[in-house]
């Protein structure tokens, strides 16, 4: 039976008839919530997010409540919020469709979240290559404000917030929250070393910080729409709310799905959703949260255990498509971008691909990612352009693995994961390509022909 | 001298060994406190920490708590369970709290450091053998000590600018940078003056100057100091010399009262570089680049090589008999020197006593003050003078009061150390009423009027000391020997005083200090042999009142309120 979509930040997305724009948001019961929210005391706010166990959408899984929980409110210093919206993951197109179709949803929801940490500034941090998006935003923006939903002493509540958009100029690292930070306050994207700079401690402008995602602050609007402990029913324990799938690659019919967390299999998202792999094709792998996260095989078996104690024994389509089930076979389910890769995938063309993307990213500040990435996209360049070598696959792996767990950021993750995964469980086919591309030498006789 | 200030400690174990450190240091100064070396590339110890080589990590630990209860978990032998992260950890960033262990020896850490290693070599040039940082290169002594040995990249190395002049003084050789930002972070917290930065991303990212500027401010040159390869290179000292063969004297800048501590860098009698030599206390691991350029007086074309009476080029002792016979007819004045050694100053005052209590005249020179490491006063033991009773005033900026003794035909034989007179405001018709002993080391405008002329040592070729604006004696020691006609001041100081004065005189740094020691209270108890390498502070007493010319310097700040600043 397929699965229904439960759409609560896509409610009104596609609609027919739905605009953008203010008005429309009103009739749909816009920026009420805002209205009781401003209502509420703050903390209480905070604690219906809490309840909630909502987790960031922009890859890491952080629950939110616990995020604002860390922020720093007794140094006095004022407290930012920053929305996100630098979403650059490859495999990721959810927080565009939010900032295009139903920016407001956006804009209720980073009202509301302010108020809840008693933020009196926000910026919106959106990457430079959407330009519609912020031209959208600010609109949006200035809509709210003549309507005093923004601005000076909003609803007539006595509390005051002003919203930024600001435009990055076109660079992953930039959707790293200190490297965010960093950006926002005019400088290189350099991500911070933490300890000491915590953005909930020592964040924008060395105040207390708190960096959510486009995605992450719109479910907060629905949080307190329902009250946390409702909308924890939604999904699994741990893994509440709905989640937007972006799925592209091998399927029928690619794009972003909304689902309660956990509600389906991977399996019933290609072939029930996404309508199955093209005819005539079988599935091989599938990415399942944005390129950075380790790739999963068709025909593995994944056994263990779950947090909650039960044990588990899943093939590839098995795996329920939330946070904790992702985690336990090893990969993630980031932000949410499903790669689904057929029978005619190279895996190494596939891995050189993935490679030229972060050595192009890496922001360059701290030693192992920058060369690294650039060395393992060197030679899985190569390796495609036919110059492999046998030992190239253990060389790749022992690369990765000197840089994972040793940078400023997440990036020394997101960077040789892929190539630890790819290596790990393709291994026969790198094999295969560099034992290919020997024969083939030795039967010209002169080698293989030069790079450039 | 006083007690240093009470500090928290707390007590870190670092590969089994306890050591107790300040509250707040970081795990590579703590380390480093047990003879435990941690190798990095970007911390500086006088520079903001941002841990981007990555070369420091460590494995770190804290004894664990149980959360529920608050008390300690325990191990089988009844100490307390050491949670270790499962993370490496950065030393240079990771400041020393109580109990936390670290260990630099295990396979994770020997891991980091080769992976890190080959990382940093994958796209250098090792271009050693045409490299003037080998022989004191980073990346060359951490490669031989933890690195793999062997090269496993067989790809093209990225191809980057080779030679950008950064500055008049600095050349910089992208391929060869490891991107650490020292240099970038120096020009940004020292001295003020933010021009270098890098560019574009990833392993492509290059070191530059920000478009239409240079750098080119009086601390560039420490750049190249701090840079841990061979990637920023001093024009100057630029593929002069391989640095193993130098050999290091420590010394003291003396352009002006700052007295910044430095190391001689010299071969066979030649001096191939001046080098800044940390003291905490004066310039921390700094120096200007102004004082980096004295070592040219040495060779100077206009370089006093010989002693001269009469106008002709004579042996020391022949000028030294001109100079007594001269002496002896009376009516000496004395024209002193703040750019003269302690000891040199302090036979100045023997012989201006033996020359029957000789006037002393002493000039001030003064510029601006640049608030770092030079100071407005541009001699570098104004306070020797006053510490050793030659001066008991601050001086004036001119010797008009000696020029009025002369018209008054009070002066017939003039003994001038180190000093242009006519700069100092006498006029040509005082010279000419005079007769004049001029000891220096460089030919100075109407010298050749002198009767004699004491060809005297450049401080690189003598030993000494002087005391800084802090009133901080710092002693230096000779690094290369002086021209052949020359002597040593103190001996040419010393036989004046003492053929004047029928009594021997002590003509050696060592044994003036003992006489120093026994008559003068700020000195009593010291000798030169006990002047620690970092200097020593004496009591200045009414002295330090005095409204001296200087400003805010790094470590200084001034007593009194200055004249007429």
Excluded at chain 2, 349 to 369: Q, W
């Amino acid at each position: 039976m397929p699965v229904q979509e439960t759409r609560l930040i896509f409610k009104h997305i596609d609609a027919a008839g739905y605009t953008n724009d203010l008005d429309c948001y009103l009739r749909h019961g816009g920026y009420e919530i805002l209205r009781k929210a401003v209502q509420q005391k703050p903390e209480e706010l905070c604690e219906e997010v809490m309840k909630s166990g909502v987790r960031g959408r922009g890859g890491a899984g952080f629950p939110c409540g616990m995020k604002w929980k860390f922020l720093d409110r007794k140094s006095g210093k004022p407290i930012y919020l920053i929305c996100n919206a630098d979403e650059s993951e490859p495999g990721t197109f959810k927080d565009r469709q939010i900032i295009h179709k139903d920016p407001h949803q956006l804009i209720e929801g980073i009202l509301i979240s302010c108020y809840a940490i008693q933020a009196k500034t926000a910026f919106i941090y959106i990457r430079g290559e959407f330009p519609e998006g912020a031209r959208i935003l600010e609109r949006a923006i200035e809509e709210a404000r003549s309507k005093n939903l923004c601005g000076d002493n909003i609803l007539g509540s006595g509390y005051s917030v002003e919203i930024f958009v600001h435009r990055g100029a076109g660079a992953y690292i930039c959707g790293e929250e200190t490297g965010l930070i960093e950006s926002l306050e005019g400088k290189r994207p350099y991500p911070r070393i933490k300890p000491p700079f915590f953005p909930a401690v020592l964040g924008l402008y060395q105040c207390p910080t708190a960096v959510n995602n486009v995605e992450t602050l719109c479910h907060v609007k629905h949080v307190i729409d329902m009250g946390g402990e409702e909308y924890a029913k939604i999904g699994t324990p741990g893994n509440s709310g709905t989640r937007i799938l972006c799925v592209s690659g091998h399927v029928q019919k690619p794009g972003y799905y909304e689902f309660a967390c956990g509600d389906l299999t991977l399996g019933q998202l290609i072939h029930d959703v996404c309508g199955g792999l093209r005819p005539g094709r079988s599935l091989k792998a599938v990415i399942p949260g944005g390129s950075s996260a380790k790739i999963l095989r068709a025909g593995e078996r994944y056994t263990g255990k779950l947090k909650d104690g039960s044990s588990f024994d899943w093939g590839l389509e098995d795996i329920p498509m939330d946070f904790d089930s992702l985690m336990a076979v090893g990969s993630m389910a980031g932000s949410g971008g499903v790669i689904v890769m057929d029978d005619s995938t190279d895996m190494v063309e596939a891995l050189a691909n993935i490679n030229a993307f972060y050595a192009h990213e890496s922001c360059g500040q701290c030693t192992p990612c920058r060369e690294g990435s650039l060395w393992m996209k060197k030679i899985t360049t190569r390796m495609s352009h036919g110059q492999a070598r046998q030992e190239d696959v253990d060389l790749l792996g022992n690369v990765a693995d000197q840089i994972a767990g040793r940078t400023i950021c997440a990036f020394g993750e997101a960077c040789s994961w892929p190539t630890q995964s790819f290596v790990l469980k393709f291994r026969d086919e790198f094999l295969n390509k560099a034992r290919a591309q020997a024969g083939a030498a030795s039967t010209n006789g002169n080698g293989a022909v030069p790079l450039i | 001298m006083t007690a240093p200030a009470q500090t928290d400690l707390v007590t870190v174990v670092i590969d089994g060994k306890e050591i107790a450190v300040p509250k707040g240091t970081n795990i590579i100064e703590a380390a480093s406190r047990l003879g435990i070396e941690i190798p990095h590339y970007c911390y500086h110890p006088k520079l903001s920490v941002v841990g981007n080589c990555r070369m420091c990590l460590v494995e770190m630990g804290m004894p664990m708590i149980d959360r529920g209860s608050g008390k300690p978990i325990l191990d089988d032998h009844g100490g307390q369970k050491i949670g270790w992260m499962p993370r490496p950890a950065i030393a240079c960033a990771t400041a020393a709290v109580p109990g936390m262990q670290i260990r630099t020896t295990t396979e994770l850490v020997k891991q980091c450091r080769e992976g890190v290693m080959e990382f940093l070599l994958v796209n250098h040039p090792l271009d050693c053998p045409i490299c003037d940082q080998a022989g004191e290169c980073r990346l060359q002594e951490f490669a031989t000590d933890y690195g793999r040995g062997y090269s496993r990249f067989i790809e093209e190395k990225n191809v980057k600018p080779k030679r950008t002049r950064l500055g008049p003084r600095v050349m910089l050789d992208d391929e060869r940078c490891i991107l650490c930002s020292r240099c970038i972070r120096f020009c940004q917290e020292v001295p003020k003056d933010d021009v270098l930065g890098f560019v574009d991303r990833g392993s492509y990212s290059t070191l530059t100057c920000y478009p239409g500027k240079q750098l080119e401010n009086n601390y560039s040159l420490n750049t190249v100091d701090i840079c841990p390869v061979g990637a920023l290179t001093s024009t100057d000292f630029r593929f002069k010399m391989r640095v193993w063969f130098l050999k290091q004297t420590p010394s003291i800048d003396t352009e002006s009262s700052v007295g910044a501590n430095t190391f001689v860098w010299a071969r066979e009698g030649k001096i191939y570089r001046i080098t800044p030599r940390r003291n905490d206390a004066v310039n921390d691991t700094w120096m200007a680049d102004s004082g980096r350029e004295l070592y040219q007086q040495v060779e100077a074309e206009d370089r006093l090589n010989a002693c001269h009476a009469s106008g002709k080029p004579v042996p020391a002792p022949e000028a030294l008999q001109a100079a007594v016979a001269l002496l002896k007819e009376g009516k000496t004045a004395i024209v002193g020197s703040a750019r003269a050694s302690l000891e040199e100053q302090f036979l100045l005052k023997k012989v201006a006593r033996a020359a029957g209590g000789a006037p002393v005249h002493l000039v001030a020179h003064t510029g601006e003050g640049d608030g770092l490491l030079v100071s407005a006063d541009r001699t570098p033991n104004l306070r020797g003078a006053l510490l050793t009773g030659l001066i008991d005033t601050l001086p004036p900026a001119s010797l008009e009061a000696l020029g009025a003794a002369i018209d008054a035909g009070e002066v017939q034989t003039l003994v001038v150390v180190r000093e242009d007179l006519l700069a100092a405001g006498l006029t040509e018709a005082q010279l000419e009423r005079v007769r004049i002993i001029h000891l220096d080391t460089h030919r100075r405008p109407g010298l050749e009027r002198a009767a004699v002329v004491l060809a005297g040592l450049t401080v690189f070729e003598k030993a000494g000391s002087f005391v800084n604006q802090q009133f901080r004696v710092q002693k230096f020691q000779k690094a290369v020997p002086g021209p052949g006609g020359a002597a040593e001041d103190l001996f040419l100081l010393a036989t004046l005083a003492a053929e004047l004065g029928g009594e021997s005189m002590p003509s050696t740094p060592a044994s003036v200090w003992q006489a120093m020691a026994a008559e003068i209270a700020a000195f009593r108890g010291m000798t030169f042999a006990g002047i620690p390498d970092d200097g020593v502070v004496v009591e200045a007493g009414r002295l330090a009142e005095l409204p001296f010319v200087e400003g805010e310097s790094l470590h200084y700040k001034p007593a009194a309120e200055a004249a007429g600043v």
